[in-house]
């Protein structure tokens, strides 16, 4: 696709630099011409140096001609009217990223009348990100593929888990529990399992199965498969609003602490469910006056990163089950793992992501079987789901009828509502739609997928 | 420094490189050259090619860094090697051939070095029986020949430009680097947005012309019987990457006025700015027409000419030749003036022997060159105009110090980094000019007895700059680089290769810090 990048800051560089490996034409769009200079330096991208609300610059950018211009600066307004500008100059299709709670929330009205085909909130999916971690807390991650239907979820095996030098059917046997084991990461390397494979360890596993499974499946491996009751987040900005809101949904109870009073009587106001307490999060006292040793996890969301790792350390250290911290600083994230202080968020990462998702599923397939496409471990498998609709090479076939390509996977069926997880006697329907993961190809026709 | 992955890159450019030879191959077959030692000369080298190539990319490096220092040195050191490769065809190929065996390999390489270079000096002489390049012409040659004219194709636009144009795409910024380490000029940018697309766009608009100027030179064989397809197409070749190698001792001035005109014309559009090319395939006239560089370039040829033209004309109306007319004097010094500041080489007359205000004039034609991001040599117009603007700005500000300026370029502020480097890559120009000078200066065997001075400069100029020809009889348009010592001509070689690549490639790789981990 040819693609218009406006703003080559933090997001906007790590959007470019995961499109430009998918092999699509890229002019990047920035006031900054040290920044624009540091791109070009690592990606093979265009660059051009000016205001991208400007009808010029958009032009000189080949806006008319591009399939998708995603605005991607630090202000809500220069993104919106970058894409008001682009759509009127011919720009098939964009994405603005708009933080603003009131403007997102009027999206329709933006895509229908307006032409903002889509708005990108990185509070509200930094929010969606950590409720999602919240789910399974003893999961290392959890993709959620489908439109959340499908929760994908990693799961690392430790030197003395009991599981190591197990097979994969024998493992299965033992716990009784129904989930596919679709994946392993070992090391550098991606194995789509079969029945006969063995875990060692060291090995991150990916499966899934339905969320009831999913839990069942981690209290028989000894981890706690409990959810989250209670939860104390430490600043209250909108990541901690829009968490708190959409965690009442799972009934879980939430105290927030902040420090300014005016924004905790505003948070009030919005989360009467929620205890607002007015102090200083980083205080140890008022922390274990508010029960931090008794809740079961803990998210450090101030404005200040060193302070949430500081934060989240010390969580750790007394023993909180899942703790969260909020860094927007990359080479932070990269520096902590050994620290062991839990799962750090960064939003600009998130939102970066979140747009590099919806940028794949806006390409245009070669075969309209193709719904969606997931990229897993690092972009080295990817999870893409089929429509299969009135295929005769599927429909009616039983698993074990089919012949696959080796290495890949139908990993699980969505049948109207119903999740199907597939063994070797499940038919296959008409109008079903198959996930497949896959470490070695590139798919984009359903048939593609049969050897 | 990332030595691995350069390593790896300079073995990918080689294994391509060998399909190189498969054309003067073709032309030898065509003309009934082939017997075994014929075959043996392009087989060799393509083989020894790929197979080294083959080596390097044995293991694929594992650290993908790759910035400006990489492609700088990759550029550098396959360009070395392209020509020592390149310099093997003649060698083989004339092996026990008496005509030739005062040339050994040394001679060969400076052959090979010039082409690829777009220089065209050439180390064919005058021998016992003739002028060399005749011999080759005439002795069953003519495949090695095209050999020779097509290292300036491919070394006008880029060796590696091609290759990065044919070959699937690398990831990352690497070509970005190649690209600009290869390319002339002091700025380098992409035409769309992957490296790719604008080799290729450049390569097509490349090929197109070059293909245009040997229909229109093919033209000219119904009249003229010196003429012939081989003939146009080495023309074209010489003409296209501004080298200056021709089929026969005549070059160009054996031919009809129809055929210098069109080389003529053709020598001036390969020195203009490809990008102006792009912008007039896109629509943009008015900008390709508005460009400062473009109106410099054409501004310089036409003083140049009526600069030239007067001066001979009223010097020399008592030389036959020039005192026939009016016309044949503006056909000579026009053609030359072209010729020069695009550095091509190509003769039409013996311009050594004008007047001492005209060598000047075509001492400074050569000194500028042609546009940058054209197969042109020298020093390069936008060089000169930023150099000319950013000096008189300076001069500004010892008049009022406080004043701020900036240096523009088509209406747009120019980067302050870019006028630097500009600065800094003539200082380093002289620098080098001004010691290359010095050691030819040793070999006094080799500078006649008459005009040495004008000699030694204008050889060094002739070659770092990319032209062929120099001012003087010994080295002219009718004269040879062949009396050099062994050690110069391997200065003369360094020198073309600084000259193409500007000077940062080559310079590189004298420098220990290249080839440390740090």
Not at chain 1, 362 to 381: C, G, T, W
Not at chain 2, 381 to 390: A, H, P, Q
Request: aromatic share 8%.
């Amino acid at each position: 696709m040819e693609i218009v990048i406006i703003g080559a800051g933090k997001v906007g560089a790590e959007i470019v630099e995961n499109l430009v490996a998918e092999n699509h034409n890229i002019v990047v769009v920035d006031t900054d011409a040290s920044a624009l200079k540091h791109l070009m330096n690592e990606v093979d991208v265009m660059s051009v140096c000016g205001n991208g609300v400007l009808e010029s610059i958009q032009t000189e950018a080949g806006v008319p001609k591009c399939d998708l211009v995603l605005a991607v600066t630090e202000h809500d307004e220069t993104n919106i009217i970058c894409c008001l500008v682009a759509k009127a100059i011919g720009a098939k299709r964009t994405i603005a990223r708009v933080r603003d709670t009131d403007m997102s929330a009027q999206s329709e009205f933006m895509s229908k009348k307006l032409g903002i085909d889509l708005m990108v909130n990185p509070e509200l999916e930094s929010a969606e990100e950590i409720s999602r971690m919240l789910r399974y807390p003893s999961a290392d991650d959890v993709d959620c593929l489908n439109r959340g239907k499908i929760d994908l979820v990693a799961l690392k095996i430790g030197l003395d888990s009991p599981i190591v030098g197990l097979q994969v059917k024998d493992l299965l046997e033992k716990v009784k529990v129904k989930v596919l084991i679709c994946m392993i990461a070992r090391g550098r390397e991606i194995i789509i399992p079969d029945g006969s494979t063995v875990f060692e360890p060291g090995d991150i596993i990916h499966f899934t199965g339905a969320p009831q499974s999913i839990d069942a499946f981690f209290k028989k491996m000894g981890l706690s498969g409990n959810r989250v009751h209670s939860m104390i987040i430490v600043g209250g900005g909108r990541i901690a609003y829009y968490l708190a809101k959409s965690l009442f949904e799972t009934g879980i109870k939430v105290k927030i602490i902040e420090k300014d009073e005016q924004v905790c009587l505003q948070l009030a106001d919005q989360l009467p469910k929620a205890t607002i307490v007015c102090g200083d999060g980083t205080d140890r006292n008022l922390l274990k006056q508010e029960g931090v040793e008794i809740v079961d996890s803990f998210v450090a969301l101030t404005g200040n990163d060193e302070e949430n790792i500081v934060l989240s350390l010390y969580a750790k250290s007394i023993g909180v089950g899942k703790v969260i911290a909020k860094s927007n600083n990359d080479s932070y994230a990269d520096m902590l793992p050994m620290l062991n202080l839990g799962t750090i968020i960064s939003p600009k990462t998130v939102t970066s992501e979140q747009i590099i998702k919806l940028t794949r599923a806006m390409q245009a397939p070669e075969d309209d079987s193709v719904i969606s496409l997931y990229k897993l471990a690092n972009d080295r498998a990817e999870a893409i789901t089929f429509g299969v609709s009135d295929n005769e090479n599927f429909v009616g076939k039983t698993i074990r009828d089919l012949h696959f390509k080796p290495g890949l996977l139908l990993t699980a069926i969505i049948r109207g509502r119903e999740l199907v997880i597939p063994d070797g006697g499940t038919e296959i329907q008409a109008d079903d739609i198959a996930l497949v993961i896959s470490a070695n190809y590139k798919f984009t026709k359903l048939d593609d997928i049969l050897d | 420094m990332n030595l691995r992955i350069s390593i790896y890159t300079i073995g990918q450019i080689l294994k391509a490189l060998g399909a190189f030879f498969i054309l003067p191959l073709i032309t030898s077959i065509i003309y009934g050259e082939v017997h075994a030692q014929m075959l043996f000369a392009f087989i060799v080298p393509a083989l020894l090619s790929i197979s080294i190539g083959s080596v390097l990319t044995m293991r694929p490096p594992e650290d993908r860094t790759f910035y400006a220092k990489e492609g700088l040195f990759i550029v550098g050191v396959s360009w070395i090697i392209i020509s020592l490769i390149g310099a093997l065809p003649f060698s083989i190929a004339t092996l026990g051939d008496s005509n030739f065996a005062d040339l050994n390999y040394i001679d060969w390489f400076f052959e090979s070095a010039s082409g690829f270079s777009t220089t065209g000096s050439s180390i064919l002489h005058v021998g016992a029986n003739g002028n060399q390049i005749d011999l080759m012409f005439n002795g069953g040659y003519r495949g090695l020949l095209l050999w020779r004219s097509l290292t300036h194709w491919m070394g006008g636009m880029g060796v590696l430009l091609f290759i990065m144009a044919v070959l699937p795409s690398t990831s990352g910024a690497s070509g970005l680097h190649l690209m600009q380490a290869e390319s002339t000029g002091p700025s380098t940018g992409k035409l769309v947005s992957k490296v790719k697309g604008t080799a290729r766009i450049l390569y097509l608009i490349y090929t197109i012309m070059t293909i245009a100027e040997i229909i229109l030179l093919a033209f000219a064989a119904i009249g003229d019987e010196n003429m012939d397809f081989y003939q146009a197409i080495i023309l074209s070749l010489g003409t296209a990457g501004t080298g200056g190698f021709a089929a026969t001792s005549a070059s160009v001035g054996q031919f009809g006025l129809y055929v210098q005109i069109v080389v003529m014309v053709f020598m001036a559009l390969f020195g203009v700015n490809f990008n102006l090319y792009f912008l007039l395939i896109i629509g943009k006239i008015r900008d390709a027409i508005k460009s400062e560089e473009f109106r410099f370039y054409i501004a310089v040829i036409t003083i140049g000419i009526i600069a030239l033209t007067l001066n001979v004309s009223i010097a020399l109306t008592n030389v036959l030749d020039y005192a026939a007319s009016f016309w044949t004097t503006l056909q000579y010094t026009s053609f030359t003036a072209i010729s020069l500041v695009t550095s091509t080489g190509y003769a039409t007359c013996d311009f050594t022997l004008w007047p001492a205000f005209s060598t000047s004039i075509l001492f400074s034609l050569m000194f500028i060159g042609a546009c940058a991001g054209s197969t042109g040599g020298g020093f390069k117009c936008t060089r000169v105009l930023i150099l000319v603007k950013s000096a008189f700005k300076s001069c500004m500000k010892v008049i009022n110090p406080n004043a701020v300026y900036s240096v523009k370029m088509d209406g747009k502020k120019l980067d302050n980094e870019i006028v630097k480097s500009v600065n800094t890559y003539f200082v380093v120009y002289l620098l080098i000019f001004v010691f290359s000078a010095l050691l030819v200066s040793i070999d006094s065997a080799a500078l006649g007895t008459t005009n040495q001075t004008m000699t030694i400069i204008s050889s060094v100029m002739a070659t770092l700059n990319n032209i062929g020809p120099g001012l003087t009889s010994i080295i002219g348009p009718s004269g040879d680089f062949y009396s050099f010592s062994y050690g110069i001509k391997i200065l003369f070689s360094v020198l073309m290769l600084f000259g193409r690549l500007e000077i940062y490639p080559i310079l590189m790789l004298f420098s220990p810090k290249t080839y440390s981990r740090q």
